[in-house]
């Protein structure tokens, strides 16, 4: 089946600085997302972004499909943004999640 | 916001009951689905629907069994339960036709 991997598998920033999440998956996809899984445990929709490219706020993200990964930008971090960052394929009506990146934004 | 509610969130219970994980959404999606998390670690799979009457194993085996009687609504049972089931279990649905999905808060289980 499709294989998701994500690097890196743990980052620590501090805040006001930016980084850069990377998603590579191993087949064509029709939907990518990702996800913020706060220290709560809740996993909240980032963005759906098959191809091209979307911004919210201080995040964007990227995917190039006919390359088979794509990027989570975060700029100006803050302390709220800690948490797990998750992205996730569909493939056979299932969601393929990657093992995620632990980020750590120190005040 | 995606209207999708897990209860209880936290529980606490002893080896051998039995419990039931509730999970509800409002958004008239046909499809739902569950998912393990133990901490630190990536989501799988267990229990899907695409709809009323329809229920499938996921990924990753699990004793716990499903129902799907009205849309709306995707319970969780656990007949026995155990100290190795404990763990986040996370219920979404997804729209369609993009299949994204939406996630509740979760409920949090720890087996004694």
């Known amino acids: 089946g499709i294989q998701v991997e994500q690097s890196p598998p743990d980052l620590i920033l501090q805040e006001g600085a930016n980084s850069t999440l990377r998603c590579n998956f191993s087949?064509?996809?029709?939907?990518l997302q990702w996800f913020h899984q706060n220290p709560w445990g809740q996993l909240i929709n980032l963005f759906y972004?098959?191809?091209g490219t979307k911004q919210n706020g201080r995040l964007s993200a990227t995917t190039v499909a006919t390359e088979r990964y794509s990027l989570l930008y975060i700029s100006s971090s803050q302390t709220t943004d800690s948490g797990v960052y998750f992205c996730a394929v569909v493939s056979g009506g299932k969601l393929i999640f990657g093992q995620g990146t632990e980020l750590s934004v120190k005040p | 916001e995606a209207d999708i509610y897990q209860t209880p969130r936290y529980l606490v219970i002893g080896t051998g009951k039995k419990i039931t994980l509730e999970c509800s959404q409002t958004?008239?999606?046909?499809?739902m689905y569950w998912y393990q998390q133990d901490p630190g670690m990536e989501l799988h799979l267990i229990h899907y629907?695409?709809?009323?009457?329809?229920?499938e194993k996921g990924d990753l085996s699990s004793e716990s069994t499903v129902s799907r009687i009205r849309t709306e609504h995707f319970p969780l049972t656990l007949e026995s339960a155990r100290p190795s089931h404990t763990s986040q279990y996370l219920c979404a649905s997804s729209e369609h036709p993009t299949d994204t999905q939406y996630f509740g808060p979760g409920t949090r289980l720890t087996v004694l």
């Open positions: 629907s695409y709809g009323v009457n329809s229920t």
């Open positions: 958004m008239g999606h046909d499809k």
């Open positions: 087949d064509s996809v029709n939907n």
């Open positions: 972004i098959p191809s």
